[in-house]
Nanobody
Framework: VQLQASGGGLVQAGGSLRLSCAAS??????YAWFRQAPGKEREFVAA????????YYADSVKGRFTISKDNAGRGVFLQMNSLKPDDTAEYYC????????????????????WGPGTQVTVSS
């Protein structure tokens, strides 16, 4: 089983990026994106349940970020608009083998697989 995140880069404030998380080896019940800025703890960004497509967001990204399924294959996207310097971080894709329960969907310990991060840098 592998998760591979891509799409990071350098962008000016107000710009957009789309991250991709490609999954191989099996299907998953849910996916999430987390991020970690230098000197800070890893934090939840967004999550999606594969069955039904319910989505969840951190307050800091609501209205700017959109998580969606890659219906052509296994994996998800994270469309990031109106980026701010505070969004600068390493972004990680995570997957859970079973359908995530709502009370744990933001808990990184609830995810079974993690991919290597992709760096997002937003300049002011």
């Amino acid at each position: 089983v592998q998760l591979q995140a891509s799409g990071g880069g350098l962008v000016q404030a107000g710009g957009s990026l789309r991250l991709s998380c490609a999954a191989s080896g099996r299907t998953f019940g849910g996916y999430a994106w987390f991020r970690q800025a230098p000197g800070k703890e890893r934090e939840f960004v967004a999550a999606i349940r594969w069955s039904g497509g319910s989505v969840y967001y951190a307050d800091s990204v609501k209205g700017r970020f959109t998580i969606s399924k890659d219906n052509a294959g296994r994996g998800v996207f994270l469309q990031m608009n109106s980026l701010k310097p505070d969004d600068t971080a390493e972004y990680y894709c995570a997957a859970k083998t079973t359908r995530p329960i709502l009370t744990a969907i933001t808990d990184m310990n609830g995810y079974d697989y993690w991919g290597p991060g992709t760096q997002v840098t937003v300049s002011s």
